[in-house]
C-alpha cells in the first residue's frame, strides 16, 4: 500500500474536494475544546486536537438508533444507515477502540447494525500532534496503531504522510491531487513522531505492564479500594458514556401517535447507572455503588480482555478522567492502588 | 430511510420473527400459560433450557425460557408471571394474536447428552419449574437413555401452584419420582409442609452421582446449596439455572453479565464449578 506526501495546502484542497462528493465527518473545535461534526470546510478540520468530548464511536453505535420498526399485527421490519461517510482525525487510541469494538459486535452473534455503519465508513486516523491533559495512551500501549483505519496521517511540519492501509484508502488517496510519493527522510520524521507518542502520551504512568492487569484484578475482588473510591460515586454514568470502549445499551419501544406503527431502539446504557441490573419485581443484581464501580474496572481490565485475547478495554484516552466530578474514574489510579497493595506476580 | 442491497441480505438478530398465540391459560393469579404455534416451513428449534425473547410491540421484549420440551413438534410453551411491563401486556394477548420471537438463545442448555445414564434430580422453587419442566419432559420422552428420575418441588403457598394436572400425572407415574412441598398449608393441604430443602433428605436416587438441576428464587439457591454440599454432590454435578435483564439476548447489551459471564449467552443454565470465579453469580 502506498505512502504519499501531501503538503498542508494540497491537503486543504483534497478535502475540500472529498467534502463536495462525500459526508466527511470532522474533528473540529467546540468551544475552547474538540468534537467529531459534519465538515462544511476543511479550514474547520483541527487536526492538532487534543481529545475530543465524545469518542468516535458514535458514528458506528449512536446514542438512540431505530433497529426494526413495526405495525402492531403486521410484523417487524429491520432498518438500517447505510450511508457512506468518512471520518477523519481519528486519534490512535480511538482507533484501538473502534477495532475492539469491530471484535465485540462480531463475536457469538454478528450485530448487522453495527457494521452496516462501520462498513460504510472510511476512516482516516491521524497521530496525535498536541497530547491532552489526561491522556495515558502510552501506558496502554495505544499512542500509535498499526492497523484498522484505512488511511493513517502523520503531522510531519509543512506536510502531512498519509498511508494507505486498504482498498479504501487508496481509493481515496487517489483522490489528492498533487501529492507525492513519500521519501525516506520523510518517514524517519513520522518515526520520530510516534517515537516521540510512544514515551509522551503519558499524564498518568501506569506502574505495571498493562499485560499483567487481568491477572492483578484476578487478585482484587475484595479490596477495600473499591468501597473507597464509590463512596464519592454519583452514579451519573459518565464515565460510561464518553468512553470510546464502552457499548452496553438499553432496547426500548416507541410507539407512534398512531397507536399502530413504531419503532424499536437502542440507546446507550452504562453500568454504572443505578438500575441498570435490575429486573422486573424490582430485584437489582448490582444495587451496590461499589459493585458497580468495580464491575467498570473490571470490564476494562479483565472481563473484556479475556473475551477478545488478552486486549485491554482501556486505550487510555483519559475521557473519564475528565467527565468525572468526584474524580475517581481515573483507571490508572485504582490499577496503581492496587499494584502498590498486591504487588505483581 | 433505504436500506442498500447489501444490508437487506443481512442476518438481523434483532428482528423478531412472527408466531401465533393458539393457547392461554390462566395458572395461577399472576402465571399465565401460553402456547405458540409456528409454521412448519420455518421450524423452531431448541434446547431444554433455552430462552426466547418475546416481543409485544409497542411494550417491549422480555426473556422468557421455554417450558416445553423440543419433542414436542409444531408448537412451544412458555409460563409467563405478570410483573412487568411486557409480562402484563403478554397476560392480555389474545388467542390468534401474532407474537414477536427472537431466539432460541444460550448456549448454556441442559446437559442432555452429558445426563444420559445417569439418575437426575430436578430442585424447583415455585416458578423455577417452568424452565425445568422442558428438561423433565424430554427425559419422559427419551425415559430409557436416562437413569433415576426426580423431581422436587417447594411453592409458597396452595394458590400458587400450577400444573396441577401434569405435577398429578407424574406423581401416578412409575419412572419418575414426584414430591412437593408448601411453605404454608391450611388444612385441605395433606402433603408436605415446609421449605424445599426439607425434602432434600428424602431422595432416594443416590445424590453424589446424580445430576442435580437447581431453579427458584435467588434466595433458594443458597440453601439448596448448602444442603447439597453438606450430601457431598460434587459441584460438577450442579447445574443452576440464573435470570438476569437480558435486554438483546446476543451477549452485546452487557445486563446480563454476571462478572465474566454473560447468562444470555454462556447460559442460562450453569455448572457450578465453573460460576466459583463469579461471586456475583448468587
Redesign the interface.
Known sequence: MSIKKLKKDIFVHFIDNLIRTVKVIGVQAKGERFDYGLLASAKDLRLDYDVTLQPPKKYFLPPVETLVTYEVGDGYSSQYDCEQFVLIGVHPYDMVAINQLDELFRQDNVDSHYFARRDNATIVACDVVNPSKNVFASSMGTATVKNGYDVLLTDIGDSYLAEAATEKGENLLAKAAGAEEANKEDLNKRQQVWDKNEAGLNKHQLQCKVTDLPRLLGRAYNHPVWEEKAKTCFNCGSCNMVCPTCYCFDIQDDVGWDFITGKRQRAWDGCLLDGFTKVAGGHEFRKKRADRFRHRLYRKGKYVPEKIGGQIACVGCGRCIDACLPDIANPVNVYNRLVADLGVK | ????Q???A???????R?VTLEKKRLMNPTEMYIRLSFDESEPFDFIPGQFVEV?V??????PITVSSSPTQKGYFELVVRR?????NAIHRLRIG??V?IRGPFGQGTYPTEEAKGRNIVFICGGIGLVPQRSFVNYILDNRADYGELTVILGTKCMAQRFFHSELDAWSHRNDIKFMETVDEANDCWLGNVGVVTTLIPKIEAELRSALVFICGP?IMYKFVLLALNEAKVPHENIFLNL???M??G??????C????FYVC?DGPVFRFSDLSIA??AI
Request: proline content about 6%; glycine content about 12%; aromatic content about 2%.
Open positions: 430511510m433505504a436500506i442498500c447489501r444490508c437487506a443481512e442476518k438481523d438478530i434483532y428482528l423478531p412472527l416481543s410491540a409497542g411494550i417491549g421484549e422480555a410483573i412487568g411491563n411486557v409480562t394474536d401474532k414477536g435467588p435470570e438476569r435483564k435486554k438483546c446476543a451477549g452485546k447489551c452487557g445486563h453479565q454476571i462478572n465474566n449467552i461471586p456475583e
